[in-house]
């Protein structure tokens, strides 16, 4: 009777361990370009990192900007967002007062090179 409550709890136990390594989020700190510009021009530079720094809000938010999508540029890679990562990141630049050079903190799911966005917030 012990080994089979033993093994249950020890069961219960692994279970609790995958259930929270699935629901860890990851967080981005960097800089949020469309995807036009950061498999582009951006990526050409010698630093895209300070190119992605440079793109402009108004830039990044036009239409055709917008349509090829969002993401974060950070640690020298290009991140892209989900659908509802791109409203919040574009709340996000809507919202700075910055023109160029805005910072933000990205979190959520990082999978490959895309990511599953559950926050998007300026870092002051």
Do not use: R
């Not at 951006?42 to 793109?55: L, R």
């Not at 991140?79 to 996000?92: N, W």
């Amino acid at each position: 009777m012990l080994k089979k409550f033993m093994f249950s709890l020890m069961a219960i136990f692994a279970l609790n361990i995958v259930v929270l390594a699935q629901g860890k989020s990851d967080s981005l700190e960097g800089f949020i370009v469309d995807k036009a510009c950061a498999t582009g021009k951006v990526a050409k530079q010698s630093d895209p990192q300070a190119a992605a720094a440079n793109e402009s809000k108004g830039c990044i938010l036009m239409e055709n900007c917008m349509k090829s999508g969002l993401g974060v540029y950070s640690g020298g890679k290009y991140i892209q967002f989900d659908e509802k990562g791109v409203a919040l990141a574009k709340a996000a630049l809507e919202k700075s007062k910055k023109d160029k050079g805005a910072k933000f903190k990205v979190t959520g799911k990082v999978t490959g090179d895309k990511i599953a966005v559950e926050s998007v917030t300026e870092v002051p």
